[in-house]
């Protein structure tokens, strides 16, 4: 076989082919490869503003690349938390990128968040039949915030300690509740070590898994639906 | 002449592979240029290693006289070394616990005074005066033959 036919993709690369062959023959992958969904194109009324989705996506694979990178040389106690953060910037090599990079690229996502939800919004694309993918958007919305919400505690500083002191205040404004609420997200009646271990866990577990997740759901629901037409 | 251009293409030079080559050299540059810093970064080196690990330290004698302090840096920190007598020897952390400032050694006094906000500290750390809130992080030092030894306390 010196050619192999994918959808509309043609391989003629003969290293390419006897790697599908090696697993084609064990799995059997052609069904699944042959799927439509995998080679439908963009409409091209397509302008720049249906792109920030795609952008928010590679921002999020970025961070979370340096995020793992930073997660080599970080730690989440009170007593070190800032040192090694400072130690990651100018100590360790390429330090300062990786963590411009995770820094930047946060405050960049939140940007293109919103343009992909102003767009989103105001071309009135949340309506039927899309209710449930906004649905999962707002979703990841308040995960991309509550990302940014933890990250900012964790390299300790003055202004990431006050900032939490007065963002987990807020909820205490609630009545009856409001008071759990604030106990319950500090961990204690204080932000403390118990706070930054929780932001932390919070940061680099159950948020990724979340929007990962959520994502998945997300992109599934565009392709089965299609991208919706021009205004 | 249609014969002529079937032969240039199996050759291999034709402007095809040309293009084909030029965009492998630039994917290659572009990983290249991506997992070059992930791996420096990655790999250990004396400066990765930081303030963790107990490594002993030493300087000359002579470059401390009876009398005097000298500021150096241990394990990544200034350090200020002060030698009391001929082997009474003390080394602290010399930034101050209030504001950062690094702290002097006054010898008529016999103290460590911070030139930023006046706190005045011993030779243990332990604050005297001033706004300093903690006292200084002290280091075991001790005089060896004619070099002073400084290790973690």
């Given at each position: ?119 989103i919004?105001?071309h009135g694309i949340y309506k039927n039949p899309r209710e449930l993918n906004w649905v999962t958007g ?80 997300h992109?599934?629901m565009i392709?089965r639906q299609g991208i919706s037409g021009?205004? | ?153």
């Open positions: 076989m010196n050619e192999l036919r994918l959808g509309p993709i043609l391989i003629r690369n003969r290293f390419l082919i006897s790697i599908y062959n090696f697993v084609e023959n064990r799995l059997g992958i052609k069904e699944i490869l042959d799927l439509e969904v995998f080679y439908k194109l963009a409409p091209s009324y397509l302008g720049i503003f249906s792109c920030f989705g795609g952008i928010t996506f590679f921002m999020f694979t970025l961070q979370v690349v340096t995020g793992i990178l930073l997660l080599v040389y970080y730690i989440p106690t009170t007593a070190q938390a800032y040192d090694s953060v400072v130690h990651i910037t100018n100590n360790v090599p390429f330090g300062w990128l990786i963590r411009g990079i995770h820094h930047w690229g946060a405050n960049i996502m939140i940007i293109t968040v919103f343009i992909h939800m102003g767009k919004y105001f707002i979703v990841l919305l308040t995960c991309t915030l509550s990302f940014s919400f933890t990250g900012y505690l964790l390299p300790w500083t003055q202004l990431s300690y006050w900032a939490t002191v007065v963002g987990t205040e807020i909820p205490s404004a609630m009545p009856v509740i409001g008071d759990y609420i604030k106990i319950f997200l500090r961990g204690g009646a204080d932000v403390s070590q118990i706070t930054l271990t929780r932001f932390f866990a919070v940061h680099i577990m159950v948020l990724p898994a979340a929007v990962i997740m959520f994502i998945v759901l992109i599934i392709r021009p205004l | 002449m249609s014969d002529e251009i079937i032969k240039e293409e199996v050759s291999g030079k034709d402007r095809r592979s040309f293009l084909n080559l030029s965009i492998f050299i630039s994917f290659a540059v572009a990983i290249g240029g991506v997992l070059y810093p992930i791996a420096k970064y990655l790999l250990p080196t004396d400066s990765t290693k930081g303030t963790e690990g107990g490594e002993t330290f030493f300087i000359s004698t002579d470059d401390v006289p009876v009398g005097s302090a000298k500021l150096v840096r241990y394990k990544n920190r200034p350090t200020i070394v002060v030698r009391l007598k001929e082997n009474e020897v003390y080394a602290l952390s010399a930034v101050c616990t209030h504001l950062g400032c690094i702290v002097k050694w006054h010898e008529d006094a016999k103290e460590l005074l911070c030139p930023c906000h006046a706190a005045r500290f011993d030779l243990y750390g332990n604050v005297l005066g001033g706004p300093a809130p903690k006292p200084l992080p002290t280091y075991k030092a001790a005089v060896e033959e004619d070099r002073i030894l400084i290790r973690e306390a």
